[in-house]
């Protein structure tokens, strides 16, 4: 295998967002996303349900005579844009609203009411909104009225075709034909401009039997569905801009050893039965995160090949990326094929003994037994057995920050392998002490963990880097994933 270490710009190998981009960020946050869907829904309704309903009425009226010639009709088309603008002006507002008996203000009435012409049908439609259907029905049906009777009353421009400041002629004589020409046609201009000039209704408004706008049954899912895709598209941007490790290809990349398994991040300690044991192996032995496990611990042993595997170190380039629950399961799977196991913990947070509830000197959770301390040398080391499994011994020295040379090490890595089958150690991040990087260098293998969204893929190569630069057995990386199995 080419040991080139890859380069840790995390913006290499970052190609297009793509669907699976989406379909990862779904796998692993789709609790979250069930909290947007329902914190968007929720207050979607509330939102809704508090805005009161809303009702519209309409009515219609023609601009002019049904059918006619071209001049007529053309006229009441630009009429029509006259009278729409009129049915908003004060006088027909006032007029309304001493009608309906409404003590609205004027811009008030104003704001309710939407006007529309059109200058090819000639059709001016008023539209009402209100609280209540029956008002807005009443507004729409009394501003077509006002503003009928005000084009009656000759405020229309049927008014000026009548009084065009003409004088009848006062001569009894003999009318010239030219003068009768002249007579017919001003005749007829009036009657034109008076037909163009007519309105009338020839839709009623009638009070509306639902309210307007989006129902609550529809903006709600909708709510809810934005707010699913709102809160993915902000995970998967988070996700990318990120610096944490993403799946198992940059992985591989990044660290450029074999990816040897995945395993669930999702069922760690702090979503175990507090009653019952904190490792999915033990607590769930069929369902996939386990059988991730057992499948993983075959592949390690395949890794080793030939060589006797008898101590493993699981190390880590973050604290918190879950390395004493990896080494635990690891150390259950063993178990369950007759091995004595001892779980040692090195690491800075203590998480194996967390995990089983083990502060210092004293379980507080009832999964372990205390057993007899062993010194070694310089060493001082607690034991516990755990309950369910009496194969697996938990071992956690007193002095974890002691600087240990290569010498001590073999020589406590040797005691501690004449009283078990096997033991596995977990140790503080590679970076931060230099036990870590002995303990790689006496264990007969290493295996380096990540997870997804944590482990800085900034810190992996280097960390690979320094294993190999002491010539550690590194058998390969494992994956911490939330979703994975």
């Keep these: 295998m080419n040991h080139a270490v890859a380069s840790p710009d995390p913006g290499s190998g970052r190609g297009a967002l793509g669907r699976a981009d989406f379909l990862d960020a779904a796998k692993r946050w789709w609790w979250l996303l069930l909290v947007a869907a329902v914190l968007a829904g929720g207050m979607a309704y509330v939102v809704t349900s508090g805005v009161p309903p809303r009702y519209e009425a309409e009515t219609r009226l023609l601009v002019g005579p049904v059918s006619g010639d071209k001049d007529t009709l053309t006229a009441a088309g630009q009429l029509s844009q006259t009278y729409a603008a009129l049915v908003t002006s004060e006088l027909v507002l006032a007029a309304t609203k001493k009608e309906t008996g409404l003590t609205l ?17 000639r059709i001016l439609t008023i539209r009402v909104s209100d609280g209540d259907p029956d008002v807005a029905a009443t507004l729409a049906n009394t501003l077509a009225n006002e503003l009928a009777v005000f084009v009656k009353k000759g405020l229309g421009p ?61 903006i709600v899912p909708g709510a809810a569905i934005a707010g699913v895709i709102g809160a993915l598209a902000l995970l998967v941007a988070l996700d990318l801009l990120g610096s944490g490790v993403r799946d198992r290809e940059e992985l591989s990349r990044l660290a450029d050893v074999d990816v040897l398994g995945c395993v669930d991040s999702r069922r760690g300690f702090w979503r175990g039965n507090r009653d019952g044991s904190p ?32 101590s493993l170190l699981i190390a880590n380039t973050e604290r918190g990326d879950g390395a004493g629950e990896l080494a635990a399961n690891l150390a259950a799977v063993a178990a369950s094929g007759d091995a004595r196991v001892t779980l040692v913990d090195f690491s800075d947070e203590h ?118 630069m002491i010539q550690a057995n590194l058998l390969g990386a494992v994956l911490r994933d939330q979703g994975s199995a």
Excluded at 287 to 305: C, D, M, N
Excluded at 447 to 458: P, Y
Aim: no cysteine; proline share 5%.
């Design 279 to 310: 490792l999915i192996v033990v607590r769930e032995p069929e369902q996939s995160a386990a059988v991730a496990y057992r499948l993983l611990a075959t592949t390690i042993e395949s890794a080793q090949g030939d060589e006797p595997l008898r």
């Design 351 to 468: 998480e194996i003994g967390r995990l089983f509830g083990v502060n210092g000197a004293l379980s507080k959770r009832g999964l372990t037994t205390r057993a007899r301390p062993i010194r070694h040398g310089k060493d001082m080391i607690d034991r516990f057995r755990l309950v369910e499994n009496r194969d697996i011994l938990l071992a956690l020295p007193r002095d974890r920050g002691r600087q240990l040379d290569r010498e001590e090490a073999e020589a406590l890595l040797a005691f501690l392998l004449e009283q078990t089958d096997r033991v596995i150690l977990t140790a503080p991040p590679v970076d931060r002490s230099p036990n870590t990087l002995v303990w790689a260098q006496v264990a007969d293998a290493t295996v380096l963990v990540a997870q997804t969204g944590r482990t800085n893929r900034n810190k992996i190569g280097p960390a690979v880097e320094t294993l190999r």
């Design 105 to 121: 203000s004027l811009s008030r009435l104003r704001s309710k009411i939407d006007v529309n012409a059109n200058d090819v049908t």
């Design 158 to 218: 049927s008014a000026g075709g009548a009084s065009t400041g003409t004088t009848p002629s006062t001569d009894t004589g003999p009318t010239t034909t030219g003068g009768q020409n002249g007579g017919t046609q001003s005749t007829n201009a009036q009657a034109s401009a008076a037909l163009a000039s007519q309105v009338q209704v020839i839709d009623k408004a009638i009070p509306a039997s639902k309210p307007v706008g989006a129902a609550t049954y529809l």
